[in-house]
């Protein structure tokens, strides 16, 4: 018999006894997972720390340098070998950041798990969903991840799928339907045995890596950064034969002297550091954001959040406490209050398990309890039709939002003051239609209003102060709520979100996808473009969760960078949708399954936080980025200038490792670790390239009119050589101060001791760098080269600034304030 159909046999078996009211016991639980049926998910692939070693050893550029480093010995230039002992830093570091990464991502690993309530022996409790076995007896409730395929048993709920098949429509589900790994519950609660787990379940074969519901989202710079490096590999072979032949047989020289200029030119057109620096600075940004509660799955998150101009939130969870609390009852029909709780009491019996259910059984002191028994007398709470209802006796009760009903007169305005006043409002009906007529929205006609509940949720502590600091740091806020639009604008205006009175009430709106506008329910010829409405609404109330994935997307097609905050299973799909989706802990974990950050301890106030540790590090990645490229773009320039016009590049090794290290290694790495609050805009590579241009073309321009005047004054090369050094590190002193700005006293200090610690090198080890004292002709070419360089550095800039007047800030470390100053971080 072959493998597979045995195993499926077994599995059936195993199937068949499952007791659907006890579960497995504990025995056999045990064996199961002993034969390895656990929900283990396929092992992620972790190097091993000998591994983590060979890969940073054996790269690349690591062979390029070794074949550099014989070829110089073998040419026995041993003083050109000063780059070695950078090479081996730069490996050394990479192989420390990386085993230091490995432990603490493990950790991240071990608390990014989903909790299962599981039924063994009778008893339920909770474990880790990787602790679950085939055929184990769990329980399911609404916000709920599906981790694992199963079969419901009991009950019956509403089940999303869209991140597994990609249909947005609720899946209704009841004993003996199928649930798919990767979907979620949006209502209801069922007990469900299952039927594949790990390996063999549903989103492993679709090839979802641990959580199916997020796919991975590649980091801008790392792949910007490894296209460049993939580019100046493919050119460095052929470019550095023809440096070779260019001075050892056109030009020549001596073999050793062409070996020399070829290492050189070549060595200074790899960004050696520039990657591990990015890399690194990414991954001890994730760590550090992690040890300060919150768990960032993607290194892209970082990036993404720096960039985020507009953040969309929702009420609950977010501007106020998760938790609700019922403030009034207030009847709207003859029945007393005493009448209502008891009406109230028989409802809440085996109802909704949310935050609205919790708060009224709290109210009327009632324990949670549910019933697995899938009769047809209850319709659980969805966020898209915004009702429960309940078979009693010999009526038929909703409880739901009063625009169902359509209140009018005194009951409309009790309901729109308590509404004003921030609370958000509950209305329990008595229908004489049936469950199945309701549910279909046509019985409403048929109900009467007996009472509004006004529940309140507490504002955040500090919430008012974390959105004055977003606001005051260039990022709009969005409020996106399934709540009444009034009350919502309500306590949106107490938190101190700007525009808050600018609302609309999206039940009273269609959007058409197509022709991306929101066409009124009431008059179709009224109409308002999706793009006009994202931009001057900020409170969208009476959303659904497909609208709040589409005005996220309309969001972004106006060419915002949108940030969406939320912690339940109505926020799924524009959690998914936005650049950077956050999630509180304490949320469903459906919502946790999709978002790209988790706040660990459920404090949105620390979102202010993620963002200022997302621009610190991508601003200061490009700014550092900027020095580095400064440098690879200025020795392709020149060294293809070389073969076109047949002259000797001017540096050697050693001196191109000493400007490496004074004004670029050393500043781009106290750079990337300074504060920075600026919101980060454009994308890497143009940023970096506009700022490392001018530097680049201030250099060549220095390196070019020296080598002219040297050649038609009959200089010596040793002129020309020394020269073009003290030339080109000004310009690049000048490129570091201008990255640097805001030029405080800190970073003054810095660049004097940047240039000291540069001076006494060079007349420590004038010899050894190769230099000579200067004939008056080459001091001439030397201070014409040098203030040429800072000339066409200016010219360029002056001409960036002219072009796009911002371009001049995108590289400092400062930040328009929202009054238009500009503020130092």
Known sequence: MPKSENTTKQTKLRLARTDVTLGLSRQEAERRHVMGLANSAAEIPEKSVAEIILSNCFTYFNLIYAIFAVVLIFVRAYRELTFIPIILLNTALGILQETRSRTVLHRMRIIDTQEAAVIRDGDRFGIPSPDCVLGDLVELTAGDEIFADARVVSGSCSVNESLVTGEADEVGKKTGDGLKSGSFLVSGQVRAVLTAVGEKSYVSQLSREAKSAREPR?????????????????????????????????????????????????????????????SATLITSIIRLFRKNTLVREMSAIEALARVDTLCIDKTGTITEKQMRLGAVIPLDRF????????????????????????????????????????GDFLPFTSGRKFSAKRIRNGTYVLGAPEHAGLTGARAEKILALQEHGYRVLVLFVCTAPIADIEDGLGFGQCRPLAAFAMSNPLRKNAKHTFAIFQKRGVELKVISGDSP??????????????????????????????????SKSDPDTFITLA???????????????????????????GRTVGMTGDGVNDVLALKAADCGVAMAEGAESAKAVSDIVLLHSDFSALTGVVAEGRRVIGNIERSAALFLTKNLFSLALTLLTLTFQFRFPTTVTQMTLLNAAFIGIPGTIFALEPS??????????????????????????????AAVCATRGLPFTDQRTASFFAI??????????????????RCLLLLGLVAAFAVTCAIFFDALEFSRLTPGGVTAMLFGTLAGLAAMVLCLAVSRRAKPDDEQTMSGEEPDRDGTRQSA
């Open 218 to 278: 590649s980091s801008e710079m790392l792949d910007v950064l490894m296209k460049l490096v993939r580019f100046v590999g493919y050119m460095i072979i052929p470019i550095g034969i023809m440096t070779v032949l260019l001075n050892t047989v056109l030009l020549k020289t001596p073999f050793r002297d062409g070996v020399i200029a070829a290492v050189a030119s070549l060595s200074a057109m790899i960004p050696q550091g520039l990657y591990l620096l990015v």
């Open 336 to 375: 007393s209050e005493s009448q209502i709780s008891v009406l109230m009491r028989e409802y809440l019996r085996n109802s909704d398990d949310n935050d609205t259910s919790f708060a009224l059984r709290e109210y009327y002191k009632l324990e949670f309890s549910v019933s697995f028994d899938d009769d």
């Open 486 to 519: 009034v009350s919502v604008s309500a306590v949106a205006g107490r938190a101190g979100i700007e525009n808050a009175d600018k609302v609309i009430d999206m039940s009273q709106w269609r959007i058409d996808e197509e022709n991306e506008r929101l066409v």
């Open 532 to 558: 006009d409405a994202v931009s001057r609404i900020a409170v969208f109330g009476r959303v659904t969760p497909e609208d709040k994935r589409t005005l996220v997307t309309a969001m972004q097609k106006s």
């Open 677 to 706: 609050r600026r919101r980060i805009s454009g994308k890497f590579l143009p940023n970096v390239l506009k700022a490392a241009f001018p530097a680049a073309f201030g250099e060549l321009v220095a390196a070019v009119l020296i």
């Open 729 to 746: 590190a000004a310009v690049s002193l000048a490129q570091t101060a201008r990255v640097g700005r805001p030029l405080d006293k800190k």
